[in-house]
């Protein structure tokens, strides 16, 4: 059985810094992508940034590049985003998501993820 728990949310001002984590468990790790999604009140679910089964490539939205850093940890198989420059806009439930591909710009479509954290609440107040 997968399980992917997310930890790390919490409430930070405009310009402030936050890193999420994500503990997965149930399936081989290093084999699969892995990515991170956000929802905000009243909008659909997007995409934030995902990694390759390696960690070699990553993929950012337009509106996170160059502020957040998605990262891996094989070993520890868990996965991270660091959230830097934070704007009230970053303001969501970040889910991480568990892809059945392990590299590719497939990994920017939610569609291509089958398991799913519960999310954790970030909130960014101006």
């Known amino acids: 059985q997968v399980q992917l728990v997310e930890s790390g949310g919490g409430l930070v001002q405009a310009g402030g810094s936050l890193r999420v984590s994500c503990a997965a468990s149930?399936?081989?790790?290093?084999?699969?992508?892995m990515g991170w999604f956000r929802q905000a009140p009243g909008k659909e679910r997007e995409f934030v940034a995902a990694a390759s089964s390696s960690g070699v490539n990553t993929y950012y939205s337009d509106s996170v590049k160059g502020r957040f850093t998605i990262s891996r940890d094989n070993a520890k198989n868990t996965v991270y985003l660091q959230m830097n420059s934070l704007k009230p806009e970053d303001t969501a439930v970040y889910y991480c998501a568990q892809s059945v591909y392990s590299t590719g710009s497939l990994l920017t479509s939610p569609v291509k993820y089958f398991y799913w954290g519960q999310g954790t609440q970030v909130t960014v107040s101006s």
């Open positions: 149930g399936r081989p790790f290093s084999l699969y992508g």
